[in-house]
């Protein structure tokens, strides 16, 4: 039987809030834009990626989708017009996936509702102060060899 150390009680409540949290976002974002979260989470790494685009593989290590999923949401998104395929030019074997400029006005339309159910669902239950705490202990954990 595993104990309730704190490493565990860290661990556990990470993974509830996770669960909890992640369909709540992804039924706002949908509603208020027909976006899923994946969607939105792809267009915002891309958005942020110098030129504005990244490999398969450099978008499924930054993107919270899967590296195994990332292939086919890219798919829809390039089927929405949010997103394009670019051939890789020193690899004809890879793409690039790069926002398209509908695609950037879709995360700009969407921004607010998916900054106000994170302030509202999750930084809003912390002071400033516990967020930042959380942000740094996270970052470490990403950061790690």
């Known amino acids: 039987m595993v104990q309730d150390t704190p490493d565990v009680a860290?661990?556990?409540?990470?993974?509830?809030v996770h669960a909890a949290l992640v369909p709540v976002l992804d039924?706002?974002?949908?509603a208020a834009h027909g976006l899923p979260l994946t969607?939105?989470?792809?267009?915002?790494e891309l958005n942020a990626a110098p030129g504005r685009r990244l490999s398969m593989g450099e978008l499924g290590a930054a993107a919270v989708?899967?590296?195994?999923?990332?292939?086919?949401v890219v798919d829809q998104l390039a089927a929405a017009g949010l997103v394009a395929r670019e051939?890789?030019?020193d690899d004809r074997r890879s793409a690039y996936a790069a926002i398209t400029e509908a695609g950037r006005k879709r995360l700009?339309?969407?921004a607010p509702t998916y900054l106000a159910g994170i302030?509202?669902?999750?930084?809003?239950r912390m002071t400033a102060r516990e967020a930042a705490v959380v942000a740094t202990a996270l970052e470490k954990v990403l950061s790690a060899d």
Not at 10 to 16: D, K, N, P
Not at 39 to 44: E, M, R
Not at 119 to 124: L, P
Request: glycine share 0%.
């Open 39 to 44: 969607w939105y989470d792809v267009l915002l």
């Open 65 to 72: 989708v899967s590296r195994t999923r990332v292939s086919r």
């Open 87 to 89: 051939a890789n030019p």
């Open 10 to 16: 860290a661990w556990a409540a990470l993974l509830r």
């Open 108 to 110: 700009r339309a969407a």
């Open 27 to 30: 039924r706002e974002l949908q």
């Open 119 to 124: 302030q509202r669902h999750f930084t809003a």
